[in-house]
């Protein structure tokens, strides 16, 4: 099994900023994509940030220039960084990764999500 477990999520005032970390665990060969998705109350999940091995780096609209992603290929880890928050940033945030299990196929994993919640 794959576990990806996030940390570093909490309440910030606006315009401040939080780290959010992911590490994953188990029985893999590579991930090959990580990132965050976020799920606000009320609202369809949004995939916010990703990362691929090479370090090649996408962002969703509304946090760039805010947001920065960053990955430790040997340790399986990735952060977030987020500067500049804004009330609307408020919702709970998910690990993201495409793990590579070697013979026995690729799938998506998700972490069970930190809170991250922006007060104006």
């Known amino acids: 099994q794959v576990q990806l477990v996030e940390s570093g999520g909490g309440l910030v005032q606006a315009g401040g900023s939080l780290r959010l970390s992911c590490a994953a665990s188990g029985n893999f060969f590579s991930i090959n994509v990580m990132g965050w998705y976020r799920q606000a109350p009320g609202k369809q999940r949004e995939l916010v940030t990703t990362i691929t091995t090479s370090g090649r780096t996408s962002y969703a609209d509304s946090v760039k220039g805010r947001f920065a992603i960053s990955r430790d290929n040997t340790e399986n880890t990735v952060n977030l960084q987020m500067n500049s928050l804004k009330p609307e940033d408020t919702a709970v945030y998910l690990c993201?990764?495409?793990?590579?299990?070697?013979?026995?196929?690729?799938?998506?994993?998700w972490g069970r999500g930190t809170q991250v919640t922006v007060s104006s």
């Open positions: 993201y990764g495409v793990v590579s299990r070697g013979v026995a196929g690729t799938y998506n994993y």
